[in-house]
């Protein structure tokens, strides 16, 4: 009797009141939005009845699959707000989320649209940079193995390129050294095109310094003639 009086007078304000049911925790997930407000009151009421954490989580799972796209966003961001939250308080949450996150953040990631890859893409972000999973986080970054990251972020092109390019790395970023090795006074403009026209033939830095070469030795020769 003691303990129940010391439970209600320390259940958190705001967050409806009264012990923890099943059904009620059904009716607040009915009434959650999306505002910070509506997920941080249910997430205290939650943390507060942290001992029944596989209730709540198994309560949580089955609202959220019978739940519409934008309203499982909120019941995500519910989850993260727990769990981030709950964690210096015991492992409770942590150990009973990880039972279900992993296959609905990937069934939510693949049929979520693209609002839903980036909720969940941001959510596995989190969890990996705080360690809220401690190292399983890294196995959640599988989820988002369809989403290419090998592209620059300058990169604007949606199709890899299938033409392998043998051009070296200094000539892609630079070619004013080559054209300053060949450079000499009065350089006819056609060895200019003929460096440029190497290089769009993908030659490497080697070969096109050779056959620039080849050509100013030509023209030297024409010049002596």
Request: net charge positive; hydrophobic share 30%.
């Amino acid at each position: 009797m003691a303990a129940t009086k010391a439970d209600a007078k320390a259940e958190p304000t705001g967050g409806g009141g009264g012990s923890f049911t099943e059904e009620r925790l059904s009716d607040k997930l009915d009434k959650l939005s999306s505002s910070a407000a509506s997920i941080q009151t249910l997430s205290n009421w939650c943390i507060f009845h942290r001992k029944r954490a596989k209730r709540v989580v198994d309560t949580w799972q089955r609202q959220f699959n019978n739940a519409t796209t934008d309203k499982k966003v909120s019941f995500l961001y519910l989850s993260n707000d727990i769990l981030q939250n709950s964690k210096r308080k015991g492992s409770e949450f942590v150990n009973e989320f990880w039972r279900v996150l992993p296959g609905l953040l990937k069934d939510f990631y693949e049929n979520g649209g693209q609002h839903g890859k980036k909720v969940v893409a941001r959510l596995i972000g989190i969890w990996d940079e705080r360690k809220v999973f401690g190292t399983r986080s890294e196995s959640l970054k599988d989820i988002l193995s369809d989403n290419p990251s090998t592209l620059s972020n300058n990169d604007t092109s949606t199709e890899p390129t299938s033409k392998p390019s043998s051009i070296s790395n200094s000539a892609q970023k630079d070619p004013t050294p080559i054209i300053k090795k060949l450079t000499v006074s009065g350089m006819p403009e056609k060895i200019i095109t003929a460096y440029q026209s190497v290089l769009s033939q993908y030659f490497d830095e080697d070969t096109a310094l050779n056959k620039c070469k080849t050509t100013l030795v030509f023209w030297r020769r024409w010049i002596k003639m």
